[in-house]
């Protein structure tokens, strides 16, 4: 049986994690171009933002929300368990399904310049894993978009699923020494965890791996909750940072963002909303940092990507590893991914491994 993992190790971990993010960027400059951003972050914030005492209220209104989201998800979680029953039982197969195809997908068409940001050809220029990290930008790397483009089919395949997820790693780090920390404090993060996760799990199913001998053994099979309180704390604990760093101290960015999709929202002014949606994004992220409520925490965010995919006429491969990563969510629920309990066929499978 898999022993707890101390508190005070994944704390500090996950406090390490957060710490090094450093400055963070969103993904405003995807759709706006590098003028429009550079003259739109010198705009002073609307007033809303610089209240204190409109602030306090809010954020007391905030906390409220949070412990009320909180006693009705736990008052709740005996229905969302029966409900998902079902799905629960094919997490194993279907989670890691998920995460290959979500991952792969994305980190793919952005080595073919098929998701290019505002304003560039589509497949004109490479980018390593998001449209503003143009591989172009950096002479003499743009040999990296190969490595990706056969890493994202390994993962698609499900070929040698953890050498690729160690391979989507070792893009990480070649992007965070070229980018900056700006490349890891926001995008590493959220295409380092997925991989993370499929070192644990594998491939799950439609996957080549299951033909051929094991490639590598599971990623701490004897410590479930370390994995899976890492993943939370990474994808919850950047969310949380994006909101504050990006949408709370450059909201003007996230205003403009909305005055170019024209997104009607029952008339309320867009620095309301622009808070609203900042506050939302941060409760989000500390409530999965927690490991509270992540199915209907996932099953919102699935809704609010595709919500504003659509309203922004953007395409949701995109956020390809994000949808990845909260489905397997929705699937999974808050459990940790014990392999020494998996059903008999997954379990003979992480032996052979």
């Given at each position: 049986?898999a022993q707890?993992?101390?508190a005070?190790?994944v704390?500090?971990?996950?406090?390490g994690?957060i710490?090094?993010?450093?400055?963070?960027?969103?993904?405003?400059?995807?759709?706006?171009?590098?003028?429009?951003?550079?003259?739109?972050?010198?705009r002073?914030?609307?007033e809303?933002?610089?209240?204190?005492?409109?602030?306090?209220?809010?954020?007391?209104f905030?906390?409220?929300?949070?412990?009320?989201?909180?006693?009705?998800?736990?008052?709740?979680?005996?229905?969302?368990?029966?409900l998902?029953?079902?799905?629960?039982h094919?997490?194993?197969?279907?989670?890691?399904?998920?995460?290959?195809?979500?991952?792969?997908?994305?980190?793919?068409?952005?080595?073919?310049?098929g998701?290019?940001?505002?304003?560039?050809?589509?497949?004109?220029?490479?980018?390593?894993?998001?449209?503003?990290?143009?591989?172009?930008?950096?002479?003499?790397?743009?040999?990296?978009?190969?490595?990706?483009?056969?890493t994202?089919?390994?993962?698609?395949?499900?070929?040698?699923?953890?050498l690729?997820?160690?391979?989507i790693?070792?893009?990480?780090?070649?992007?965070?020494?070229?980018?900056s920390?700006?490349?890891?404090?926001?995008?590493?993060?959220?295409?380092?965890?997925?991989?993370?996760?499929?070192?644990?799990?594998?491939?799950?199913?439609l996957?080549?791996?299951?033909?051929?001998?094991?490639?590598?053994p599971?990623?701490?099979?004897?410590a479930?909750s370390l994995?899976?309180?890492?993943?939370?704390?990474?994808?919850?604990g950047?969310?949380?940072?994006?909101a504050?760093?990006?949408?709370?101290?450059?909201?003007?960015?996230?205003?403009?963002?909305?005055?170019?999709g024209?997104?009607w929202?029952f008339?309320?002014?867009?620095?309301?909303?622009?808070?609203?949606?900042?506050?939302?994004?941060?409760?989000?992220?500390?409530?999965?940092?927690?490991?509270?409520?992540?199915?209907?925490?996932?099953?919102?965010?699935?809704?609010?990507f595709?919500?504003?995919?659509i309203?922004l006429?953007?395409?949701p491969?995109l956020?390809?590893?994000?949808?990845?990563?909260?489905?397997?969510?929705l699937?999974?629920?808050?459990?940790?991914?014990?392999?020494?309990?998996?059903?008999?066929?997954?379990?003979?499978?992480?032996?052979?491994?």
């Amino acid at each position: 049986m898999a022993q707890p993992v101390p508190a005070r190790i994944v704390l500090s971990l996950g406090v390490g994690l957060i710490l090094i993010s450093g400055s963070a960027a969103a993904h405003e400059p995807w759709l706006l171009t590098p003028q429009e951003v550079q003259t739109l972050s010198q705009r002073s914030v609307p007033e809303l933002f610089r209240s204190p005492s409109l602030l306090l209220v809010f954020a007391l209104f905030a906390t409220l929300a949070v412990f009320a989201a909180v006693l009705a998800g736990q008052l709740l979680r005996p229905t969302e368990d029966r409900l998902f029953r079902s799905l629960n039982h094919r997490s194993h197969d279907w989670g890691p399904l998920c995460l290959r195809l979500g991952l792969g997908t994305t980190v793919g068409m952005n080595a073919l310049g098929g998701l290019p940001r505002h304003g560039t050809e589509t497949w004109s220029t490479p980018t390593l894993f998001v449209p503003d990290m143009q591989l172009a930008l950096i002479p003499g790397w743009d040999w990296l978009a190969l490595p990706a483009l056969i890493t994202s089919v390994l993962l698609v395949l499900g070929l040698g699923t953890r050498l690729a997820a160690l391979g989507i790693l070792g893009l990480v780090a070649f992007g965070s020494c070229l980018f900056s920390l700006d490349f890891i404090a926001y995008y590493g993060f959220h295409f380092a965890a997925p991989a993370f996760l499929l070192l644990h799990v594998g491939s799950g199913s439609l996957s080549l791996d299951r033909l051929l001998p094991p490639s590598l053994p599971p990623l701490l099979p004897n410590a479930p909750s370390l994995v899976w309180s890492l993943v939370q704390i990474t994808m919850g604990g950047t969310f949380a940072v994006i909101a504050v760093l990006v949408k709370f101290l450059q909201p003007t960015l996230l205003i403009a963002i909305l005055e170019h999709g024209n997104i009607w929202f029952f008339g309320l002014p867009l620095s309301v909303v622009a808070l609203t949606m900042m506050a939302i994004e941060l409760m989000a992220g500390i409530l999965l940092a927690l490991g509270q409520l992540i199915r209907p925490i996932s099953l919102f965010l699935l809704c609010a990507f595709t919500f504003f995919a659509i309203s922004l006429q953007e395409t949701p491969l995109l956020h390809g590893n994000l949808y990845g990563v909260f489905l397997f969510f929705l699937l999974h629920g808050g459990a940790p991914i014990d392999l020494l309990q998996r059903p008999q066929a997954a379990l003979s499978e992480a032996q052979r491994a």
